[in-house]
């Protein structure tokens, strides 16, 4: 599977942004997908997960509530939906693939990365 990101830019507090994820092989469907993004200076952190048929979802507590985790496995693409944006959002976005199935929150299940999208959010 090979991912790539896109959807970031710059927007005022309290807007909204849709990143996707569009990846390549035939075994999208059977991954779990998620979510990550790292700040400057930050360590790369969870962000949401949906296992392979977008049945089962988590988020963080941090965007619980304004951001929203989806997949169309027909499309081969992941969904990012984030509302009710934030300074603390600003970060590079990235999507990854589980080894597993179901999702997860910790990057060490992921083997595959996107390249990363930039979500920068002004007050």
């Known amino acids: 599977v090979q991912l790539q990101a896109s959807g970031g830019g710059l927007v005022q507090a309290g807007g909204s942004l849709r990143l996707s994820c569009t990846a390549s092989?035939?075994?999208?469907?059977?991954?779990?997908m998620g979510w990550f993004r790292q700040a400057p200076g930050k360590e790369r952190e969870f962000v949401a997960t949906?296992?392979?048929?977008?049945?089962?979802?988590d988020v963080a507590d941090s965007v619980k509530g304004r951001f929203t985790i989806s997949r169309d496995n027909a499309k081969n693409t992941l969904y990012l939906q984030m509302n009710s944006l934030k300074p603390e959002d600003t970060a590079v976005y990235y999507c990854?693939?589980?080894?597993?199935?179901?999702?997860?929150?910790?990057?060490?299940?992921?083997?595959?990365w996107g390249q990363g999208t930039q979500v920068t959010v002004s007050s």
């Open positions: 990854g693939a589980s080894r597993y199935a179901y999702g997860s929150s910790q990057a060490g299940r992921y083997t595959r």
């Open positions: 092989g035939r075994m999208f469907s059977n991954n779990g």
């Open positions: 949906i296992n392979w048929n977008g049945g089962s979802t």
